[in-house]
């Protein structure tokens, strides 16, 4: 099916480990996002992707890493999870620049870091 | 920076009774501006989308935001609330000469009976 698909949606890691969070799209679009969305401060930007191969850091990249080899795909690895990662996790799409476009969301990745 | 504040984290209006949802935003540049839903466990959609055309603006399911460039707000109304309006709403900005989106905290809002 068409659409955002995130994966995994459900994750439980401990302190120290390695953790990366798909995001899969079908439609092309040229713009990718992570958010991660916390009781409080609703929805932060990590990082955002233009286009392949150019990806920049949003309002909390500290802790993060991403990619962007392909259009469709714009994973994000958290390199030493800590506590305080624990959150939900957004990635979104866009079509066109911010200014015209519709962010479309995926549902979610829950990530619980022990 | 762009930024915007959403002024009460929790708002409750009676069934039938208007919806007011308040945000303030701050850029150098005329903004982008945006309102989101969030319903339970879902990601969000967007309801409506200010881009320096008509200042009022209406969305989907009866809801309507109106840019004020002197009061830097766009709040967000709807003349009557319906159970189904039960969500969390964010207000987002963009300036448009980066590529940043960027969202408030978010209003929940609490319809009653």
């Known amino acids: 099916d068409a659409g955002i698909t995130q994966s995994p949606r459900y994750k439980i890691t401990e302190t120290g480990r390695q953790v990366t969070l798909m995001c899969h799209q079908t439609?092309?679009?040229?713009?990718m996002f992570w958010y991660r969305q916390d009781l409080g401060h609703g929805l932060r930007l990590i990082y955002y992707?233009?286009?392949?191969?150019?990806?920049d850091k949003g309002e909390v990249p500290d802790g993060y890493v991403v990619s962007r080899s392909k259009t469709e795909n714009f994973p994000l690895t958290l390199e030493s999870a800590t506590r305080s990662q624990t959150s939900v996790y957004f990635c979104?799409?866009?079509?066109?620049?911010?200014?015209?476009?519709?962010?479309?969301f995926g549902e979610g990745s829950r990530l619980t870091v022990l | 920076a762009q930024s915007v504040t959403q002024l009460g984290s929790h708002v409750s209006v009676s069934e039938g009774a208007l919806v007011l949802l308040r945000c303030n935003y701050s850029?150098?540049?005329?903004?982008?501006l945006f309102w989101y839903v969030q319903y339970p466990n879902q990601g969000l959609q967007l309801l409506l989308k200010?881009?320096?055309?008509?200042?009022l603006v209406k969305g989907i399911n009866g809801f309507e935001a109106e840019f004020k460039k002197s009061e830097t707000s766009f709040h967000l109304t709807k003349p009557s609330a319906h159970m189904s309006d039960a969500a969390e709403y964010f207000c987002?900005?963009?300036?448009?000469?980066?590529?940043?989106?960027?969202f408030g905290k978010g209003t929940r809002l609490h319809i009653l009976p």
């Open positions: 439609w092309s679009h040229s713009y």
């Open positions: 992707s233009a286009a392949a191969d150019i990806t």
């Open positions: 987002a900005v963009s300036e448009g000469r980066d590529d940043k989106i960027i």
């Open positions: 850029s150098s540049v005329p903004p982008y």
């Open positions: 200010y881009t320096s055309a008509a200042t």
């Open positions: 979104a799409s866009l079509l066109t620049g911010p200014t015209t476009g519709e962010l479309f």
